[in-house]
């Protein structure tokens, strides 16, 4: 089989880069392939509403979002192939199988990653106590509610205050189930402000910031769980255990990127993000291989996943055109005071294709502080930010033109105040 | 004057807005940055409404279930009696996204309509 561009994975990126990509040049050969038995990826189970201001100034749902998407592979001529589980990557060379085609090989000149992430499990948690049933990560709960149309437990606790968390703290509301807690390591929510409010307040839920579950109890099935407040270096404070009857426990505790394939292809990984090491263009250490969406760094909203993929399809097409700028300098992007990582990491800059956007995430709760961006030392930009958490992920842009001047290093940071 | 402190929840920015009241007259609406902030802020400190999102039963489809939402907003305090309309409803495949599945639910004046196709079996 051939193909000018492979599109590893139909979820919201996979499906933006492939648009762009056919857009960027109509007879590009495209093809997504898909391990599910749908497109549209994490949205189809992502029923709640809030997707897709920024792109189509309206307020959708996951699947209504998704199908925006879906509705114009046709248009453009794009294949995709589902049930089909890609083994292998190489720059020119995809290995998948499914039930028809059996193992399978897609000669390609350039390769999309979109795997998207994962939820971290309990094994990956430490959670002492024993193994009973009715521990679940929040979007496993998610697709059996959503999609399954089965109830997961009637009284629950939830630990991590991610967005999956609360979101399920809410959706296990309406659908009658009792949620007696959601608990936080950190001082601070993982989430999103919106959720808190639209899903704990509006209920009553409380959230317990600087708590963990210590015990998990039941033989059979989840009985209660112990949890208890954390100090400073998250570990339990004796005295303050509390009790929880529950018959379930949902696990909301982080997303990783899915970079098992990236990995084997010799991909580099930057060890902030869990994902690949990308230029301005989305391009990862391997020329011709390009990621996208969540499996390069994790997004609170779908919209940047969209937009960042659109990016990377049009790239992908111009690396299958052989379309390259002339060579130009390269600026590298620093992580300064505050600021967990950047992607991309660095920027050639006449292959930009317009305002440079650079997206970042904070180490740390911050109020009231700048976000500076230093070029060569020198303050271009300094920004007053009310509320800077690690939760919501922030972006600085760049014109282009002031990037002609070429500084060696660009310096993101959080100037305190 | 009473200042009441909100959290917007149109869009992920969850911009934080200041309502000035005045008994029950709003005074000012501050730090949203967008008109929809502006109405939602309105509405909360009066009236407070949700969108509703949850599945509907759906027989002779691919699928068992399908999502659904309120066309509208309701009104907060009906969240619960709209969950029960919706689940004592069904409706048959194929559905389109936007069909209406309730025309009025539970008494809101607002319907229900489907967030996602299903083909028929």
Do not use: W
């Not at chain 1, 390591?185 to 402000?193: N, V």
Request: hydrophobic residues 40%.
């Amino acid at each position: 089989m051939k193909a000018d561009i492979v599109i590893v994975g139909g979820g919201p990126a996979g499906l933006a880069a492939a648009i762009s990509a056919a857009k960027e040049d109509i007879n590009l050969n495209i093809l997504i392939l898909e391990r599910d038995s749908e497109l549209g990826g994490i949205l189809n189970q992502c029923i709640h509403n809030g997707f897709g201001l920024h792109t189509f100034n309206e307020e959708l749902t996951g699947p209504e979002y998704a199908a925006r998407f879906e509705d114009q592979l046709d248009g453009l001529g794009i294949h995709y192939m589902l049930d089909t589980m890609v083994l292998d990557v190489a720059s020119s060379v995809v290995t998948a199988v499914n039930s028809k085609e059996g193992v399978f090989t897609v000669e390609c000149g350039a390769v999309v990653l979109c795997m998207g992430c994962r939820e971290r499990p309990r094994g990956a948690l430490n959670i002492p106590g024993l193994r009973p049933a009715g521990v679940f990560t929040a979007g496993t709960a998610q697709r059996l509610v959503n999609i399954e149309g089965f109830m997961p437990g009637k009284e629950v606790v939830i630990l991590g205050s991610g967005d999956i968390g609360l979101i399920m703290a809410r959706r296990m509301t309406l659908e009658g189930a009792r949620v007696k807690a959601v608990c936080e390591l950190m001082p601070y929510s993982g989430g999103l402000k919106r959720n808190i409010v639209q899903c704990l307040d509006d209920f009553d839920i409380p959230l317990l910031l600087s708590h963990t579950v210590i015990d998990i109890k039941g033989k059979e099935r989840v009985t209660s769980v112990v949890i208890a407040e954390v100090d400073e270096r998250s570990k339990p404070v004796p005295g303050t255990e509390q009790e929880i009857t529950c018959d379930t426990l949902l696990l909301s505790c982080g997303l990783i990127p899915e970079n098992e394939l990236s990995r084997s292809a010799g991909v580099k990984i930057n060890p902030a993000t869990n994902g690949p090491v990308v230029n301005e263009s989305f391009e990862t250490s391997i020329p011709g291989v390009f990621a996208c969406g969540n499996v390069l760094h994790v997004h609170d909203l779908v919209d940047y996943v969209s937009e960042e993929s659109g990016r990377a399809g049009r790239s992908a097409a111009r690396f299958v055109k052989a379309n390259k700028a002339e060579e130009g300098p390269v600026i590298n992007i620093k992580n300064g005071n505050g600021v967990r990582y950047t992607v991309p990491s660095f920027v050639r800059v006449n292959e930009l294709d317009g305002d440079l956007v650079i997206r970042f995430r904070s180490g740390n709760v911050y109020k009231d502080n700048y976000i500076s961006v230093l070029f060569d030392g020198e303050t271009k930009l300094h920004r007053r930010k009310p509320i800077i958490t690690p939760g919501e992920m922030e972006q600085v842009i760049l014109k282009k033109d002031d990037l002609t001047a070429a500084p060696s290093e660009i310096l993101i940071e959080i100037t305190e105040v | 004057m009473e200042k009441r402190e909100l959290t917007c929840i149109n869009c992920p920015m969850g911009c934080r807005i200041t309502v000035t009241m005045e008994g029950d007259d709003i005074i000012a609406v501050e730090g949203n940055t967008c008109k929809r902030g502006f109405v939602y802020a309105c509405n909360e400190v009066k009236s407070p409404v949700r969108t509703v999102t949850t599945t509907i039963k759906v027989t002779g489809g691919v699928v068992d279930r399908v999502s659904c939402k309120t066309k509208e907003p309701v009104p907060k305090n009906k969240i619960f009696e709209v969950m029960d309309a919706i689940n004592k409803a069904s409706c048959k495949a194929p559905v389109a996204i936007g069909d209406v599945l309730i025309e009025d639910c539970a008494g809101t004046g607002i319907p229900v309509v489907a967030t996602k196709a299903v083909s028929p079996a």
